[in-house]
């Protein structure tokens, strides 16, 4: 399979479940893989190298960054807005009301200023996102969950008092919501620490959140923007820890891209072992003999000590030429 299809089917299928990548880190195929959803195999970059039964394979669980979709714009959306974006995390703002939807009040998140209904029933590009219902009236919220509910998802939560979130249960069981899909509903929504201000309410749904995603079985989280663009067909080359070892700023699965016109995205942890790591990006780009291989970067202890670190730290980086 091509290395566009290959993407383009990871792509797709996170944004309905989690899947299974498996990475052969042995010669002679070092550096191909091949990923699973349900046990069945969906892409491999080299299917002649299938089943990768001998030598070392790297097994890990992906999903995709975490994206919070905010209905209203309102004081607590306002507060979730902060804290999230100091989370790193991607956000969407939704509401009718320009004056509480626009890149003045939000600068770096998306804003769909449109009623709630055209929102629901449009496509949109999020991977499995987090719902967050904090809109002005109870009607808006019952509408807004009556369509997360029929969306991919990885939460949803609504606002809103005991009685009020008992109505709207009843008024969607009425019309055909299962037991099911409605247990599946943080409402009310957020960790019960007896917030009451708004930045007490964000902070106790960001908490939530955070418990979440933390506990689920996804142990990568890929960044979508750097999928999209692989999912193009666009040529790179990826850099991916695959062993640690020590207190090295990173995990297994932090991943930095080196783009065709020299662009970098993503991370491997930031500071020393990120600069050797982009100084052998940029050696691989120009050495196109060059094949997939793993290399080691070392944050020895004289290093560490100068960062305030107790001991250095050991990376396998694994560079694959897509």
Known sequence: MNQKAYYQTLLETLKRT???RRTCLSAPDAGKEAIFASGQLLAATDASALPF????????????????????GGHIGLELYHMGVRLGHSITIIDDRQEYCN???FPEAHCICAAYEEVLAAEHPWIRPYFIITTRGHAYDELCLRGTLALPHSYIGMI??????AKTFSNLTRDGFSQEQLSGVHA?????????????????????????YRLSKSSVRLDQQILLRQATGESHILARIVAKRGSAPCEIGFQLVRFADGSLAGTVGGGVIEAQVIRALHHM????????????FSLNAEKAGALGMICGGEVEVLFQRR
């Open 160 to 165: 809103g008092s005991r009685a009020k979130i």
């Open 285 to 296: 780009a120009e050495n196109t003999q060059l094949e997939d291989h793993i290399q080691k």
């Open 188 to 212: 009310p929504i957020g960790l019960d620490i007896n917030a009451v201000t708004a930045s007490e309410i964000a902070l106790a749904i960001l908490g939530q959140i955070i418990a979440h």
């Open 18 to 20: 989690d899947v299974l």
């Open 103 to 105: 890149t003045e009040r």
């Open 53 to 72: 039964s001998d030598g070392q394979v790297l097994e890990e669980t992906l999903g995709c960054e975490v994206q919070l979709v905010i209905f209203g």
